[in-house]
């Protein structure tokens, strides 16, 4: 706990006339010092802030030396029907089987009817024969299923934009 010193001046009490002037008061020095602290802080913080808004502005907006910008994206195909395909049992390894339900995401200039039997045939080709393990691996069936769209895409010459796998069960 800080030590309070009290000053105590040795002045004559009563009618001494001498004339002068009373002394300031001693609190008028702490509060003037405590203001030109509080007006030092506030420019303090303002520099700061501006120069962290400067530096966010010259990172996010500036990026770099504007060598290179980046490609704008490919314009996506507007979205059609979803065509479903009956689920089917494909072979795996070791006696094992996939029964895989396909949802064909077709473009809006495809129509609403496609024929599935090119989209079976490729997906009995990618996915028979696979050990259970590897079908069944999130990772695996999720670059499958990639793999599974690209082939689509080339088949029905870009009609199809995407597959959704609606049934996919192993045993």
């Known amino acids: 706990m800080p030590v309070e010193q009290r000053v105590v001046s040795r002045q004559k009490i009563g009618g001494g006339g001498g004339g002068s002037a009373p002394a300031p008061a001693p609190a008028a020095e702490p509060v003037a010092e405590k203001k030109s602290r509080r007006g030092l802080l506030v420019v303090v ?8 808004g400067g530096a966010a502005a010259y990172f996010l907006l500036l990026k770099g030396d504007g060598a290179a910008a980046e490609p704008a994206p490919e314009p996506t195909p507007e979205l059609g029907a979803v065509v ?16 895989l339900g396909l949802g064909l995401q077709l473009t809006a200039d495809a129509g609403e009817e496609i024929d599935a039997s090119r989209a079976l045939d490729l997906a009995i080709a990618l996915y028979s024969g696979r050990p259970i393990a590897e079908v069944s691996d999130p ?23 995407d597959v ?6 192993t045993q």
Do not use: C
């Open 45 to 52: 913080a303002v520099v700061v802030v501006l120069l962290i």
């Open 84 to 99: 479903k395909v009956e689920p089917i049992s494909i072979n795996l390894a070791d006696g094992r089987y996939l029964r």
């Open 139 to 161: 990772a695996t069936r999720d670059q499958l299923k990639a793999q599974l769209a690209e082939q689509l895409s080339e088949a029905y010459e870009g009609e199809v934009v």
């Open 164 to 169: 959704y796998l609606t049934n996919y069960v």
